[in-house]
């Protein structure tokens, strides 16, 4: 657990844009299970195919509230866990300020094409495969930004040296395999149990069909599996 917040009402915040707070069940990752706050910020530099929250994307959408409006609300649960997610959350410029002020163990969800030293305890990247290239019509312009970012190798080895991390890998198909030993092969310093395959899908029967062979090679290669629990619990809902 991190030191306290500095506790002051005459404090001045800075703000952050963000689309959404709720109170759920951790569904991915290593703390899957862990009942914990979301603070979803608003606004991403990807432009993933398959985004589960195309609005702090594809569409941002959200209002503008002071870090301190921000960590009431999430104090105003019963929880001991909070996860810092997005859109991309580490494009906010005040974000440092939210990660210092929360009491709560702290997760930040990160597609890990931002370097932030961030006062985080677990950092959870998620470097994004060729699968999530945008290809619809119209999208052209992104999809040259897409491909640009989506992979930044500094990045990800800095998070590992620096923080407590896991890299978790959104697999469609079996051809994501190949690619995500190509990245781990040009990765340096990382440690292989904190590597997770997590199933694409927004509905139980795709998560379920895919798990089955993702689980498979979990065991073959030594990677770990990660559940998408918030679809097999609510299904694809906002703000679960
Ligand atoms: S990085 Fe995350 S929030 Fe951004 S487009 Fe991809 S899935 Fe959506």
């Known amino acids: 657990m991190r030191s306290a917040r500095a506790d ?58 002071d870090v301190g409006d921000v960590v009431e609300e999430v104090e105003a649960h019963d929880a001991d866990h909070a996860v810092l997610t997005g859109g991309e959350p580490l494009l906010q410029p005040d974000f440092d300020e939210l990660c210092v002020a929360l009491d709560e163990h702290v997760t930040v969800e990160t597609n890990a094409t931002v370097y932030r030293d961030v006062d985080a305890d677990l950092v959870s990247m998620s470097p994004k495969l060729s699968n999530s290239t945008p290809t619809r019509e119209g999208a052209e312009e992104w999809r040259e930004i897409h491909e640009r970012e989506r992979l930044n190798f500094d990045v990800i080895e800095s998070y590992i040296s620096s923080h407590d991390y896991q890299l978790k890998f959104v697999v469609a198909d079996r051809e994501d395999l190949e690619e995500i030993e190509d990245i781990l092969e040009s990765l340096a310093g990382y ?38 629990m918030q679809i097999h619990i609510y299904g694809n809902q906002r703000g679960t």
């Open 8 to 65: 002051s009402n005459a404090r001045r915040w800075s703000t952050l844009y963000v689309s959404e707070i709720f109170y759920s069940v951790q569904g991915e990752g290593v703390l899957a299970g862990t009942p914990s706050v979301f603070v979803r910020t608003s606004g991403c530099n990807l432009r993933c195919s398959w985004c589960d929250s195309a609005y702090t994307s594809w569409e941002p959408e959200g209002e503008t509230r």
């Open 191 to 228: 440690d292989r149990s904190r590597v997770l395959l997590m199933p694409e899908g927004v509905d139980r029967d795709t998560l379920r069909e895919r798990g089955e062979w993702i689980a498979e090679v979990c065991k073959d290669k030594g990677y770990r599996y990660s559940p998408r």
